[in-house]
């Protein structure tokens, strides 16, 4: 099979497509021939050398895939050879053949196809655990997401819709914030014209937001703690901004709030697959409704996933860049 390889990091440029060996599906897990993957924020990371795959997980980028599965591991239950399935992977999206642990795969949702697909198992895993089941975003409550027109930021405004929140977000433009405002948005601030502490201190008539999910980290920890709730719940998911900030304890203690920094990608099996259950439970329906869908900005072919890396690194985007492998449909 052929696969996106890292011989040494780099730009974008520093991404092969390659012969590689096959795939085998261990105890638990079966093989997928992959027909998209799509790009994330780790796998630029990846690229550049500052984040290595979790041990014993597939060394090529790629957090996520679809397509169907074409062997079983032993002990794998519940699912068939020829089941179209997206996945959640610790690694191995970039390539034509991927082996995934079965508590981490999904079935396509109704009414999507594989391409689509492709684009839902990180934001949807993302969102859900660190709003939801950590978080415990509430019916009525305000969350502000920061990077809005993100592929974790569309997935995150219309999720929170779903269950009854009223959503803020942040984005750089006019055009980003009313796509965000399409998807359902309340309140739209614009980071490079306002200070988001001030509007949602407006918005909310100083009472601030109940839930913040933020990908920035350091550069904004001190106005995060300052636009948070009495009670309020800081989900940290990325370091865009830094990692090292200033942590005024006693404003947080004042607000009772809390902080939260999780990742996904190195957690433990279980672990994974209990929030990829709890994603089939309670998003996959809603995309099944038509009330959640997967946004995706474009899709590239497989082979040049440097080009789906500068799109994401050019910050034009909007939701999830996908990549099409190599005679798939």
């Known amino acids: 099979m052929h696969a996106i390889t890292i011989p040494e990091p780099g730009g974008p440029e520093a991404l092969v497509w390659a012969e590689v060996p096959d795939p085998v599906p261990g105890e638990g897990e079966v093989l997928v021939d992959v027909v998209a993957s ?12 500052f984040y290595d795959p979790p041990p014993g997980s597939s060394p090529y980028p790629g957090l996520e895939c679809s397509g169907r599965i074409s062997a079983l591991g032993p002990g794998v239950f519940g699912w068939t050879v020829g089941d179209e399935v997206c996945a959640l992977l610790a690694g191995g999206g970039y390539a034509e053949k991927v082996a995934v642990p079965s508590g981490q795969l999904l079935p396509v949702p109704e009414g999507l196809d594989l391409t689509a697909a492709a684009a839902l198992p990180e934001v949807t895993a993302t969102v859900w655990s660190n709003v939801f089941m ?8 305000t969350l502000l997401i920061h990077g809005g027109a993100s ?3 569309t997935m995150a405004i219309q999720l929170a819709k779903a269950v009854g929140a009223r959503v803020a977000v942040t984005a750089g433009g006019p055009e980003k914030l009313a796509r965000c405002a399409d998807l359902g948005a309340d309140i739209l601030i614009d980071y490079r014209q306002q200070d988001f502490v001030e509007e949602i201190d407006k918005a909310t008539d100083g009472a601030g937001a109940d839930v913040i999910l933020d990908i920035v980290g350091a550069k904004y920890l001190d106005r995060n703690v300052k636009a948070l709730a009495v009670n309020g719940r800081l989900a940290v998911i990325g370091l865009q901004g830094g990692v090292k900030g200033e942590l005024n304890l006693g404003a947080l203690l004042r607000k009772r709030a809390a902080v939260t920094a999780t990742s996904l ?9 209990a929030i990829v259950a709890a994603v089939r439970e309670h998003v996959w329906p809603l995309i099944a409704g038509g009330r959640v869908r997967p946004i995706v900005d474009r899709t590239v072919p497989l082979a040049d996933a440097a080009q789906g890396h500068r ?7 909007v939701g999830k860049v996908v990549l099409i492998a190599p005679d798939k449909d």
């Open 38 to 49: 799509a790009v994330n924020r780790a796998d630029l990371l990846q690229r550049q050398g």
């Open 134 to 141: 950590i978080a415990h975003l509430r019916p009525g409550e």
């Open 311 to 317: 799109a994401l690194e050019s910050g034009a985007h």
């Open 151 to 153: 592929g974790i930021g």
């Open 265 to 273: 990608r190195g957690r433990p099996l279980g672990e994974k697959a």
